[in-house]
């Protein structure tokens, strides 16, 4: 749908040869602050009135949320889901956004008798997800979360003996299944958004499709999507069938560009500026690509929203991206102050499932960041692609789950329709080691045999496969060897899984703990604008000329024995995220207990950091590189030529032979997080894989 006529100034504020675009901009940009503030970001309601916010009466808050739940279209199809459930042990749900499957379908199976006396799973892509709407759904049952209605996520259980309804990743219910092949706790698995194709949700599809062959009919499946994806999966499950919900509960405008925006960032600042000068209450979600992104359109914003006329409302800013801790994504969920207007600038993990209360307004960049494995250089990167047309479907039903909405595309209506109409599934374009492992310790030995949905490459699969040989997580009849095993209780990718285990062997298990969760944590280093000078002789002190692993181990080690009060000022005074911190902190614990239920020996090497180099090449070794004539390092498993990292602590200082975390490419390709290694371990270390090549 087209813009309407009123609105079409709104988009012709896009147009910088338009007269609206630079009154409107010049407004903005130049009118005084006259009363006009933001609102910090963490001020509750009840901060900004002074008072405590007084809570409806509970039985009354009770009955308004049975009349939301009875006014939802999928309660016209409850009998009819439920009849066609006592026929088929797998049935496809379609139904469009905010329609009511998430947080209804699970309770019309429990009342219905479905679980018995087991439990009903419903796995969500992605955490944020999972959390809010197991908190949703415990309110509608009247229960405390945790109790009848939980959730589980990674590095966190919110279930008892009494949960009946369980909200979770994909990942998790993958997890669970290592341990309980036949899923015998659930009697329902519901696979919530369907159509996303997460690598966990495709990995499920086959497994669950062998666990109904094994256990008959006492197990159901229901496979609920948004987008019209039926036909594969009846296709797939025997004796599946579908049904559909027709209709949302709230209609949502939507609304392009005139014509192509140049810089979308820019074009989403004004955006926000437009919604909050010329459009009624209401909340704004802002789908951005990435967390750098969003802070920078979070002080662009700030910088801008402080000059607006009083009579707007004060714009409250908060970002929501996953690296975000739970208690400022949970701020998001919570009312905007009075007076002012949330401004939610988030990533894709605001895209399916959720909702976030307020949200009258959506506005699309039309982007997303997509991890893309590039198979001749055997390393993926994350890369700015443009959404499916599937994805943009999803984004504008964030605005109409309360009220109607508008959603504002930053895009032409043209560009939409180029749009792919779905993305490409996950597992067809990223590195397979972690998903061969996963299959290889559910049992399935013939992983090339696996019953895909849509199987990936024939030539990925086999990559993988030679990859964890290298590994030595498979033995040389491609079975999972006893380390193989190890490796995949490890909640981390299966190269620092071979770390961890290597190091415990070297007696060096906590540095190696350390550097692991300093890797898989947030970048710890702050670079400020306007001391740049002083934070990087502060990060000085953590140099260490063995590289980046060891820096980040001095970092994290300096942090560790801090106590919680002079945590701050130090992390101050170094400049240093004191969020990512305590970040690899918790993923160090929850690591550590890994470690230790494995029965490995937990042992420091003290100052000497030469075994915890050597673990490293033992799970890197697929990314060493040796220095080249022109200085330039040559990565010995695919001949690629990259330069260290400007980040790099050994950037210009050119050892001879090193390993790396990761390869980023922008204008070039760098290798990232580098660490001096001898190059006479790399055959000592992966005899297997330096034969090979
Ligand atoms: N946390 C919440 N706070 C307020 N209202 C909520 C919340 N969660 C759900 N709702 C209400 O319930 C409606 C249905 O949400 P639900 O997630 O079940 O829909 P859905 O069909 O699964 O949508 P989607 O495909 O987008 O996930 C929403 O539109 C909203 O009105």
């Known amino acids: ?12 504020a896009y147009d910088p040869s338009a007269d609206q675009y630079s009154t ?12 006009a503030h933001l609102v910090p970001a963490h001020t509750t309601a009840a901060e900004v009135m002074g008072n405590p916010v007084v809570p409806a009466h509970p039985k009354q808050r009770w009955q308004a949320l049975q009349d939301h739940r009875q006014q939802l279209p999928i309660w016209t199809a409850k009998e009819k889901l439920l009849a066609l459930l006592q026929r088929h042990q797998t049935v496809v749900l379609v139904g469009e956004t905010g329609s009511g499957k998430t947080t209804q379908v699970p309770q019309f199976l429990l009342e219905g008798g479905f679980a018995g006396e087991g439990m009903i799973a419903c796995t969500q892509p992605r955490r944020v997800a999972a959390i809010t709407v197991a908190k949703r759904v415990a309110q509608e049952q009247g229960v405390q979360p945790g109790t009848q209605v939980g959730y589980a996520v990674r590095f966190e259980d919110n279930t008892t003996a009494a949960t009946r309804i369980k909200y979770m990743t994909d990942g998790i219910l993958l997890r669970e299944a290592l341990l309980d092949p036949a899923l015998k706790r659930y009697q329902v698995v519901i696979v919530d958004e369907a159509h996303e194709r997460s ?19 006492n197990f159901w499946l229901v496979i609920m999507s948004a987008t019209l994806v039926a036909a594969q999966f009846v296709g797939f499950f025997p004796g599946a069938a579908a049904t559909y919900v027709q209709g949302r509960q709230f209609p949502v405008q939507v609304f392009y560009t005139a014509s192509p925006e140049e810089h979308y960032v820019d074009a989403a600042v004004v955006a926000v500026l437009q919604v909050a000068v010329e459009e009624g209450a209401g909340d704004v979600l802002v ?9 920078a359109v979070q002080r662009l914003l700030q910088d801008r929203a402080n000059q607006l006329p009083a009579k707007y409302q004060s714009l409250a800013i908060l970002p929501l991206f996953a690296a975000l801790p739970p208690d400022q994504q949970a701020r998001v969920f919570q009312p905007a102050p009075v007076g002012a207007r949330k401004v939610i600038l988030a990533t894709n993990i605001a895209e399916t499932s959720i909702t976030v209360p307020g949200v009258r307004f959506t506005i699309d960049t039309g982007f997303v960041k997509t991890r893309m494995y590039n198979a001749k250089v055997g390393a993926e990167s994350l890369t700015v692609t443009p959404i499916s047309q599937a994805q943009a ?16 595309r930053l895009y032409t209506e043209r560009s939409f329709r180029q749009l792919q109409p779905a993305s490409l599934p996950e597992i067809q374009r990223v590195d397979l080691a972690a998903v061969t492992l996963q299959l290889k310790a559910l049992g399935v030995d013939d992983v090339l045999g696996f019953d895909f949905l849509e199987r990936p490459p ?35 990718e299966p190269q620092y899984a071979k770390v961890l285990v290597a190091a415990a062997h070297m007696g060096c298990s906590l540095e190696a703990l350390a550097v692991v969760a300093m890797a898989a944590s947030d970048q710890p280093f702050l670079l400020p604008r306007e001391s740049r000078e002083r934070a990087q002789e502060a990060h000085k002190r953590f140099a260490s000329g063995e590289g980046d692993h060891m820096t980040l181990l001095a970092v994290f080690q300096a942090f560790h024995g801090l106590q919680q009060t002079s945590s701050e000022q130090w992390c101050h005074d170094n400049f240093l995220s004191r969020r990512a911190l305590c970040k690899a902190v918790d993923i160090y614990s929850q690591l550590l207990e890994n470690i230790k239920a494995l029965g490995l020996p937990l042992l420091s090497c003290g100052s000497d950091t030469t075994p915890v180099r050597r673990a490293l090449t033992s799970g890197l070794f697929k990314h060493a590189a040796k220095r080249h004539t022109d200085g330039t390092y040559k990565v010995l498993a695919s001949s690629q030529m990259v330069a260290l990292h400007p980040s790099s602590v050994l950037c210009g200082k050119r050892p001879p032979c090193c390993v790396f975390s990761e390869l980023v490419c922008t204008t070039r390709a760098y290798a990232r997080q580098v660490t001096v290694i001898d190059s006479a371990w790399l055959a000592e270390l992966a005899p297997a894989f330096f034969s090979m090549h």
């Not at 409107?24 to 009363?35: D, E, M, P, Q």
């Not at 951005?288 to 969003?294: A, F, H, K």
């Not at 999803?394 to 909405?405: D, L, N």
């Open 199 to 217: 690598v966990q949700s495709d990995l499920l599809f086959g497994l669950l499709k062998g666990i109904q062959a094994r256990r008959g009919h």
């Open 24 to 35: 409107l901009f010049a407004t903005l940009r130049h009118v005084s602050c006259v009363g």
């Open 393 to 408: 479907r999803q984004r504008s039903g964030r605005a109409g789950r309360e009220a109607p909405g508008k959603a504002f």
């Open 458 to 492: 024939r030539a990925a699969l086999v990559r993988s496969l030679e990859e964890l040989l290298a590994l030595g997580a498979l033995d040389s009849n491609g079975r999972l060897s006893p380390l193989g095993r190890q490796m995949s209780r490890l909640p981390v």
């Open 287 to 295: 789908f951005l690509t990435g967390q750098e992104e969003i802070e």
């Open 1 to 12: 749908m087209r813009c309407d006529k009123d609105k079409a100034t709104l988009w012709k």
